[in-house]
């Protein structure tokens, strides 16, 4: 009796097509609120039947509307084709202005300026040489003696915390010229991945929620927002921390005459380089600084999650991989174990390639991307958009959607992405858009793939992963899917 009525309870939050009702004054915050512990999948439940386009209806006088897609066509006119139109604005800024002036947060002229200092830092001929050597460094000194230490017997471990640990290591060191030492058998407080799990946990619930709801919270400095300050603080506390350190380190190098063969974007902007340009304000290093390590705490780290979840219910895969990188890869021993002394070779991993797209397309690191529309338009499916239309790009959705990706499109099969010819296949950033598309597509998305083999097969070489039964795995409510 209990369950029937549950049911019909449930159902009156549904209109016939099973879409969330439109009620006259709360729109539809009633099914918000029933499905906000499962964000990702309500979205490409509503996403698949209402075929890739639904307008959200938020409470009425409030700013909690926003236009939903999953339609490869309006996604490519959105990212690509008329760019120009969909930008992040006052909007995105509300929930991320965190990060200042940075890349992330951008427009127009200033988000070029940036681009621009991040693509020639990246691919630098320093930069890979120092991330080369960085990576076999962390992989044999911190990776390995973390990995001997927890495979003992009964030893049970956070994979993803090591992840993010191992991740955070690396990108200080390139970011900043610092290694914080958080991968060890110690596993020392992580301040900074902390601090950005409650930003973007809070920048969800600013999308979400009315405006002033939010302002009361920051106001009263309670619940999440809180949380947020206290992440502000924890952010501009690291960065004065590196930003004095690596001021020391140029001082006594200047000193000694000696050569400093250290390469990092800190730096760059410390000395004028050519890349950064004349140094800025520290405000502004800050901002860039913060976005680079963010970068290097969310895509590796996460993806490198889930693709030891996936593979663990899929030991089919696993057994190709293995035998992939017995076949392609070179390998020396550090610590005890064998790892890639080659990652040029890392490129031959086709079937590892694979895997990493499938594990992206169903588990994207940025779930859900945000625009504004700055003037009234038309979407190729038809529909109309109101000049400041907050539109929400279901990311998540796109790779669950059966008319994109076939009927087998909840399952985890890296061969959909191999070709005839077994090269991988090249689909178009509009249907695989994990790295974005168009303009502001990943500058790091290559780095990233580089990351995660090398780590991967670190770890598949030498170590079988076991995942613990009985827990609860998805998606944390987030900008991001942490």
């Known amino acids: 009796m209990f369950v029937s009525i549950f049911v019909r309870f449930l159902y009156g939050f549904t209109d016939n097509n099973g879409l969330p009702r439109n009620w006259p004054l709360v729109g539809m915050i009633p099914t918000l609120l029933l499905n906000i512990h499962r964000p990702h999948d309500e979205v490409a439940h509503v996403l698949k039947r209402s075929n890739g386009t639904f307008f959200y209806k938020g409470i009425w006088f409030t700013n909690t509307s926003f236009f939903c897609t999953s339609d490869p066509g309006n996604v490519r006119y959105i990212l690509s084709s008329n760019n120009s139109v969909y930008l992040k604005g006052s909007e995105w800024l509300k929930q991320f202005d965190i990060f200042g002036e940075a890349l992330f947060n951008s427009d127009g002229d200033a988000w070029k300026r940036h681009r621009k200092v991040f693509h020639a830092f990246l691919h630098h001929p320093q930069f890979k040489q120092s991330l080369s050597k960085v990576l076999h460094q962390r ?131 410390l000395t004028g380089h050519e890349i950064t340009g004349p140094t800025p304000k520290d405000s502004l290093i800050r901002d860039n600084i913060i976005h680079f390590l963010f970068a290097s705490d969310d895509t590796y780290s996460l993806t490198l999650t889930w693709f030891f979840y996936l593979i663990s219910k899929t030991p089919m895969v696993e057994i190709k991989i293995r035998e992939e990188i017995k076949t392609h890869l070179s390998m020396k021993h550090v610590e005890g174990l064998q790892i890639p002394s080659n990652f040029e070779e890392l490129s031959k991993l086709t079937y590892l390639h694979a895997a990493f797209n499938e594990t992206l397309r169903l588990f994207p690191p940025i779930p859900f991307e945000f625009r504004t529309c700055t003037k009234p338009d038309i979407l190729p499916s038809g529909h109309r958009v109101d000049r400041n239309t907050r539109i929400l790009i279901g990311i998540h959705a796109m790779g669950r959607m059966e008319s994109l990706w076939g009927e087998d499109c909840n399952e985890f099969k890296p061969e959909r992405w191999i070709s005839e010819e077994g090269k991988i296949k090249r689909e178009s950033p509009s249907k695989f858009c994990a790295f974005l598309a168009g303009p502001r597509i990943c500058p790091g998305k290559e780095l990233s793939f580089l990351l995660m083999k090398a780590t991967a097969t670190a770890i598949i070489h030498n170590y079988n992963v076991h995942v613990i039964e009985g827990q609860n795995i998805g998606p944390k409510n987030s900008a991001f899917s942490r």
């Open 139 to 269: 992989i044999g000194e911190g990776l390995a003696k973390v990995l001997e230490y927890v495979s003992r017997p009964e030893m049970v471990v956070n994979l993803q915390d090591l992840f993010v640990r191992h991740a955070f290591d690396i990108g200080c060191i390139m970011a900043v010229g610092f290694n914080p030492g958080v991968l060890s058998v110690e596993f020392p407080e992580n301040r900074f991945h902390r601090a950005m799990s409650d930003t973007l946990e809070a920048a969800f619930y600013r999308y979400v929620m009315p405006d002033g709801l939010w302002k009361l919270q920051s106001w009263l400095q309670i619940g999440k927002e809180k949380k947020r300050t206290e992440a502000w603080k924890a952010f501009d506390d690291l960065l004065t921390h590196y930003m004095s350190i690596q001021r020391h380190k140029l001082k006594e190098t200047m000193a000694s005459s000696n050569e400093d063969d250290d390469f990092n974007l800190l730096k760059c902007y």
